[in-house]
């Protein structure tokens, strides 16, 4: 089993597009990623020793409404369906 460590609120811009190119190829710009980061109430992240394989971002309007996204699974999740640990096809 991979020994995954949990950040807080310590996402960058970079390893957010990071992740999102294992996933879903060209990533946001530079700016635009820094922007969705600066209006980000809590993130979540979680590595694989130096490699980021998830992230979550909270969003809301500080008053009523909050919104929780998973955004990005990394799309390593092991070769073999028993060593998925993400359940990622």
Known sequence: ????????????????????????????SLAQTQLAMQHTLFRVSIWDADRIVAMARMLGDMGLNYYCFLNYIHRWAGSHPAENRWNVP
């Not at 995954?4 to 990533?27: R, S």
């Open 1 to 28: 089993m991979a020994d995954l460590t949990v950040k807080y609120n310590e996402l960058t811009a970079e390893q957010f597009i990071e992740l999102w190119e294992t996933v879903w190829g060209d990533g946001p």
